[in-house]
């Protein structure tokens, strides 16, 4: 690969990151504060509640990443998301409807096996589905680019993983696995698809 190549890739997905960021944490922080000064914090109410069908669990599933108690709730996930979201716009070819995948599952995963009569708002699942994406991804996949994309986060968060897959009072720990199990299935069925090369003599 020439060197013109490889600055028009780094470039590619240096906009993809960009495009990631305003992708996931616009919608965070312009609901945050719409919910803060509009709606009365009215919008947290759509969090997920465990195996309800109404229509408001329903919303959750799909959007409770974007639902956050208070500014140090929104901001902590955003300094995690900034940096994940900087990988998967690096490594991930395509990352907006990996990210979109991985909000549903992990939406469903909380779903599904969180305590009933709770409600779990928050971004920190798909956080977790993520890492569990580029674990799975580098485990199961082969995808190298992930394996050094786990070590790098690995590195600066292990505590904090490993804090939040410990169950705590007011923290969803079901959030958490749930998604973590959800990124790993995901990526370890993420493998790229190679077009093949036939050599004509």
Same mark, same amino acid.
């Given at each position: 690969?020439?060197?013109?190549?490889?600055?028009?890739?780094?470039?590619?997905?240096?906009?993809?990151?960009?495009?990631?960021?305003?992708?996931?944490?616009?919608?965070?922080?312009?609901?945050?504060?719409?919910?803060?000064?509009?709606?009365?914090?009215?919008?947290?109410?759509?969090?997920?509640?465990?195996?309800?069908?109404?229509?408001?669990?329903?919303?959750?599933?799909?959007?409770?990443?974007?639902?956050?108690?208070?500014?140090?709730?929104?901001?902590?996930?955003?300094?995690?998301?900034?940096?994940?979201?900087?990988?998967?716009?690096?490594?991930?070819?395509?990352?907006?409807?990996?990210?979109?995948?991985?909000?549903?599952?992990?939406?469903?995963?909380?779903?599904?096996?969180?305590?009933?009569?709770?409600?779990?708002?928050?971004?920190?699942?798909?956080?977790?589905?993520?890492?569990?994406?580029?674990?799975? /991804?580098?485990? &199961? #996949?082969?995808?190298? +680019?992930? !394996?050094? *994309?786990?070590?790098?986060? =690995? @590195?600066?968060?292990?505590?904090?993983?490993?804090?939040?897959?410990?169950?705590?009072? /007011?923290?969803? &720990? #079901?959030?958490?696995? +749930?998604? !973590?199990? *959800?990124?790993?299935?995901? =990526? @370890?069925?993420?493998?790229?698809?190679?077009?093949?090369?036939?050599?004509?003599?």
């Amino acid at each position: 690969m020439k060197w013109q190549q490889v600055m028009t890739l780094v470039i590619t997905r240096l906009k993809q990151v960009i495009g990631l960021y305003a992708f996931v944490l616009l919608p965070m922080w312009i609901m945050f504060f719409l919910n803060d000064t509009v709606f009365f914090g009215i919008w947290n109410v759509f969090g997920i509640v465990p195996r309800t069908l109404d229509v408001g669990s329903m919303i959750g599933v799909l959007a409770s990443w974007t639902m956050h108690g208070n500014f140090a709730h929104l901001l902590g996930n955003t300094l995690v998301l900034l940096q994940i979201l900087f990988l998967f716009g690096l490594f991930e070819n395509n990352a907006y409807r990996t990210i979109l995948k991985l909000i549903v599952a992990s939406g469903m995963m909380t779903w599904l096996i969180a305590s009933p009569l709770s409600i779990h708002i928050g971004a920190s699942g798909l956080c977790f589905a993520m890492l569990g994406y580029m674990i799975g /991804g580098a485990v &199961f #996949a082969r995808r190298w +680019g992930y !394996l050094l *994309a786990c070590i790098v986060m =690995g @590195a600066g968060y292990w505590l904090t993983i490993k804090q939040g897959l410990m169950p705590q009072q /007011g923290i969803s &720990f #079901a959030a958490h696995f +749930g998604g !973590l199990c *959800a990124g790993l299935l995901l =990526g @370890a069925n993420s493998k790229h698809a190679y077009t093949s090369i036939t050599k004509r003599y």
